[in-house]
């Protein structure tokens, strides 16, 4: 009965993202791009830097990779916290 | 309709890692649906920015008067890998701590609390 | 492991970390950067791992924490280098110093110099995953033979 159950959520699930993935827009053709095309002209301006993708990780959105840094240290201590030898 | 292809392929990928995820017993295999779950939305993201006939957005040795691809996907992505790898080095441990104490890998015999 | 391996594994691994090294370095200029070089540089303590056993790491689980917690600290520190405009401004871009030069506009070979605060968060990030990816790899590999059972 369980079973049955679990099978008919997981088809639900797959008709929901194969048909949300047939009706998006087209591929190659974004919409709202405005600040992209911000990034694209003015990153060498204002940051001096060649690579437009690092200078939004480190310039324009260097608060995102503050977080990412602290996921980062707190999963390292959380391995170290499971994986300690006890001391007999 | 036959453009969306990437798009599809990507949504193919979450649904393996979700029948991987939902139909497995051995904790392993449920470790590998997540992680194949993660990928597929990854490569969604990057493939949100694509323009038609666009290169790297890299202006070292960039061809003259190409349009760019959308940076920011690219950007966001990155931080969204390094969240998948704290993830799964946090569900292996698990795995290696369960397999120590209580000698099997199946996901239905280890659901008693002890102690 | 055999032979074989051991030698190429000796080869091989100053290659891998000067390898991770240039792609660290050449973030601001190539496809690259911290994260990506931090990552490549991890995999030689996977093969370090591998090709000589568990006996050959047990020295460096607080190397590799002290190496995470500066690059940690000198990132969170060079976000508060530019506080007088705002938190994480570019202070040296533009500006004559340590990576100060102006970067060429349109497509260009590429100058080193430029970057401003860029490379120097792009090391900090560099060595912190480098420290975390090998404590991480460290950690799994001394659990497996602690006690005989």
Known sequence: MRRWVVVAAFLIVAGCLLLGGARMRPFGAPRYDLMDRYFNAFSQYEAATNNVVTAIVFDYRGYDTLGEATVLFTAVVGVALILRRLKR | ?115 | MSVVVKTIARILLPVILVFGGYVILHGHLTPGGGFQGGAVAASAVALLLVAFGASSVKKLKTPFSILEDLGGVAFVLLGFLGIGTTFFFNLLAGSGGLFGAAAPIGPNPGVLNTGGTVPLMNWAVGFKVLGGLGAVMVLFGLFGGDDDR
């Not at chain 2, 323009?51 to 940076?71: C, E, N, R, S, W």
């Not at chain 2, 199946?106 to 659901?111: A, I, S």
Request: glycine share 8%; aromatic share 6%.
């Open chain 2, 1 to 115: 309709m036959i453009g969306n292809v990437p798009f599809v392929v990507c949504m193919v990928l979450v649904l393996l890692g979700l029948w991987a995820l939902l139909f497995r017993r051995n904790l392993v295999k449920v470790v590998i649906g997540i992680k194949i779950i993660e990928n597929g939305v990854n490569l969604y993201l990057v493939a949100t920015g694509y323009v038609h006939k666009g290169v790297v957005p890299i202006y070292t040795y960039a061809p003259q008067d190409a349009a760019m691809v959308l940076p920011t996907p690219q950007a966001l992505t990155l931080t969204s890998i390094v969240i998948g790898l704290a993830t799964t080095a946090l569900m292996l441990a698990f795995a290696v701590v369960i397999h120590r104490h209580k000698k099997t890998l199946d996901g239905r015999k280890v659901t008693e609390l002890s102690g």
